[in-house]
Nanobody, 123 residues
Framework: QVQLVESGGGLVQPGGSLRLSCAASGSIFNINFMGWYHQAPGKERELVAVITTGGSTNYADSVKGRFTISRDNARNTVYLQMSNLKPEDTAVYYC?????????????????WGQGTLVTVSS
C-alpha cells in the first residue's frame, strides 16, 4: 500500500505564489513518475506537470514558465512551485505517483493518488 499526502494549498491573489508538497509513504520499492494534476469545477482532471526519477520534466502548456516541479527522491516527495498564479489556475490539485511496491507486495506496480488540495486564486 502506498499513500500520498499533499499540503500547501490555499487562497492566493492573482500574481501570487504557492508551493505544494506531496509525500509518498508505505510499501515503496521505487517511484518512477511523480506528478501533479488539477481539476477545476465542472472539468476533467488534467496533467499539470510530471517528473521522472532522473529529473526529466513535462508541463502543460498553460503553466510553462510559471510552475516548476521538483522532487526529493530520498524523501519520496514532489513539489510544485506555482508563481504568477491566475484565476484560471483555481482547482483541486492532486498528487500522483507510479512505481513498484516492495517485496511485501511482490514488487508489483502501483498507481497512487493523493486526496487533493484546493488552490483558489482570487482577489
Amino acid at each position: 500500500q502506498v499513500q500520498l499526502v499533499e499540503s500547501g494549498g490555499g487562497l492566493v491573489q492573482p500574481g501570487g505564489s504557492l508551493r505544494l508538497s506531496c509525500a509518498a509513504s508505505g510499501s515503496i520499492f521505487n517511484i518512477n513518475f511523480m506528478g501533479w494534476y488539477h481539476q477545476a469545477p465542472g472539468k476533467e482532471r488534467e496533467l499539470v506537470a510530471v517528473i521522472t526519477t532522473g529529473g526529466s520534466t513535462n508541463y502543460a502548456d498553460s503553466v510553462k514558465g510559471r510552475f516548476t516541479i521538483s522532487r526529493d527522491n530520498a524523501r519520496n516527495t514532489v513539489y510544485l512551485q506555482m508563481s504568477n498564479l491566475k484565476p484560471e489556475d483555481t482547482a483541486v490539485y492532486y498528487c500522483h505517483a507510479e512505481g513498484r511496491s516492495d517485496a511485501r507486495f511482490g514488487y508489483n506496480t502501483f498507481d497512487a493518488w493523493g486526496q487533493g488540495t484546493l488552490v483558489t486564486v482570487s482577489s
